[in-house]
C-alpha cells in the first residue's frame, strides 16, 4: 500500500500562486504516472496534470495548461503542482494521485493510490 500526503493548499487571491506537495512513501520512480486532480463542490472530478516518474514527461488539459506545472523530485520521493494566475473557479479540492497506466490515468479510472487531499481557494 503506498501512501500519499498532500501539503500546500490554504487560500489566495485571484491572480496568486500556491505550490502543493505530494509526499509518497514509495520511490516515485516504480509508481509509473503519478498526478492531481481536484473536485470542486458540485462538480465532477477533473484530472489537471500528470507526469510520467520515470521519463518526466508532462500533460495538462486547457483548463489548466500555461498556468499549472507539475514537477517530481525523486530523491525525495515528491511531485509538486505549481499553480499561478490562480482563479476563483481554480477552488477545490486537490487530491494526488498515483498509478501505472499513462493513456487515460487523468480519467480517474486507472489511479491505484490517492491522497486525502487538500483544500486550495481562490478569493476575488
Known amino acids: 500500500q503506498v501512501e500519499l500526503v498532500e501539503s500546500g493548499g490554504g487560500s489566495v487571491q485571484a491572480g496568486g500562486s500556491l505550490r502543493l506537495s505530494c509526499a509518497a512513501s514509495?520511490?516515485?520512480?516504480?509508481?509509473?504516472?503519478m498526478g492531481w486532480f481536484r473536485q470542486a463542490p458540485g462538480k465532477q472530478r477533473e484530472g489537471i496534470a500528470k507526469i510520467n516518474t520515470r521519463e518526466g514527461s508532462t500533460y495538462y488539459p486547457d483548463s489548466v495548461k500555461g498556468r499549472f506545472t507539475i514537477s517530481r523530485d525523486s530523491a525525495k520521493n515528491t511531485v509538486y503542482l505549481q499553480m499561478n494566475s490562480l482563479k476563483p473557479e481554480d477552488t477545490a479540492e486537490y487530491f494526488c494521485?498515483?498509478?501505472?497506466?499513462?493513456?487515460?490515468?487523468?480519467?480517474?479510472?486507472?489511479?491505484?493510490?490517492w491522497g486525502r487531499g487538500t483544500q486550495v481557494t481562490v478569493s476575488s
Open positions: 494521485a498515483a498509478g501505472r497506466h499513462w493513456a487515460d490515468f487523468l480519467s480517474g479510472d486507472s489511479v491505484t493510490y
Open positions: 514509495e520511490y516515485t520512480y516504480s509508481l509509473g504516472s
